[in-house]
């Protein structure tokens, strides 16, 4: 497995997890805007967790371009050998 794979694992992982460990938000205190915590809280990590997910997604696709270049290099190489 290549290292972008393991970041975008990990940046995945970060925008699971993290939303589901409940203790870290649940309280009404500090308020932004007349908002309880754990409401804008929440809504925070909808906009992180897209910024996570985009990164991965760009991470994965630039890896695997590279990869289908390296492919079809090797195929080409192969082929004027021939």
Do not use: D, N
Request: cysteine-free.
């Amino acid at each position: 497995m290549r290292p972008a794979h393991w970041a975008a694992g990990v940046l995945l992982a970060v925008a699971i997890i993290v939303p589901l460990w409940v203790s870290s938000y649940a309280k009404a205190t500090p308020k932004l805007w007349g908002f309880p915590f754990f409401y804008w809280y929440q809504l925070m990590w909808v906009f992180i967790g897209a910024g996570l997910v985009s990164t991965a997604y760009v991470l994965v696709r630039s890896e695997e371009r590279k990869r289908r270049a390296a492919e079809a290099a090797a195929r080409g190489e192969k082929g004027e050998a021939r």
